[in-house]
């Protein structure tokens, strides 16, 4: 089955600067990843996604890369904000209706 | 997007009583919803997938007659966890892909304790 690995477990980062967390898959046929944020208490909210036939996906502040041939994938956050402060966690999937494999977190600090 | 609520959002409940937590796609239909259990900091673990009209398919490990899965229609997964012990505290969440896109939508969880 699918393994995804997910780095670094923390992070913490001063308002303002760059959060960059990074994971990776064990499946090829995985074609979907999606991040989620995860406020204490809360139910993970998807941030954004990316499919296999993408490199590179942008939305405002927040970005996610994708390297097929390496099988990892990594999710960029710019100009830090202190409310960007929670638990992010990659995904993959093989497509439609089926399974996610998530990873282990990021507990994401930003400092104001 | 897609809104799954979930009910209750928080359940206390004395060590061999049974609870049921509610799933539900407000504004879409699903035939399928997933059912996750996650332990203070950590990742979401699949627990079962709930398929409407048919039995529930379960991970490795998980027990299916101490976790009931009913998916009574397109819109309404149910978990019940039977004959609760203090080891079953925990968050569960549950989940609803959209027809035709891999996208999924999670409910807001619900915080079993149990006493």
């Known amino acids: 089955g699918e393994n995804v690995e997910q780095h670094p477990s923390t992070l913490s980062v001063q308002e303002g600067d760059s959060a960059v967390i990074k994971c990776t898959y064990s499946?090829?046929?995985?074609?979907?990843f999606p991040w989620y944020k995860q406020e204490l208490g809360k139910g993970p909210q998807l941030i954004i996604d990316?499919?296999?036939?993408?490199g590179e996906k942008k939305d405002q502040r927040i970005a996610v890369t994708l390297n097929k041939t390496a099988k990892h994938f990594s999710l960029h956050i710019t100009e830090t904000q202190p409310e960007d402060s929670a638990v992010y966690f990659c995904?993959?999937?093989?497509?439609?209706?089926?399974?996610?494999?998530f990873g282990t977190g990021t507990s994401l600090t930003v400092i104001p | 997007g897609a809104v799954v609520s979930q009910h209750p959002s928080r359940v206390i409940c004395k060590s061999g009583t049974s609870v049921k937590i509610e799933c539900r796609s407000l504004?879409?239909?699903?035939?399928?919803m997933f059912w996750y259990r996650q332990f203070p900091k950590q990742s979401l673990m699949l627990m079962a997938t709930?398929?409407?009209?048919?039995?529930?398919?379960?991970e490795q490990g998980v027990e299916k007659d101490k976790f009931l899965i009913n998916h009574a229609s397109l819109t309404l997964s149910t978990l019940t966890v039977t004959s609760a012990h203090p080891e079953d505290s925990s968050f569960y969440i549950c989940?609803?892909?959209?027809?035709?896109?891999?996208?999924?939508?999670f409910g807001p969880g619900t915080r079993l304790t149990v006493l």
């Open positions: 989940s609803a892909p959209l027809v035709r896109t891999p996208e999924q939508f």
């Open positions: 499946d090829s046929a995985s074609n979907y």
């Open positions: 990316i499919r296999s036939n993408v």
């Open positions: 995904a993959a999937s093989t497509g439609t209706g089926n399974q996610f494999y």
């Open positions: 504004d879409f239909q699903a035939t399928t």
């Open positions: 709930s398929n409407e009209g048919s039995k529930a398919t379960y």
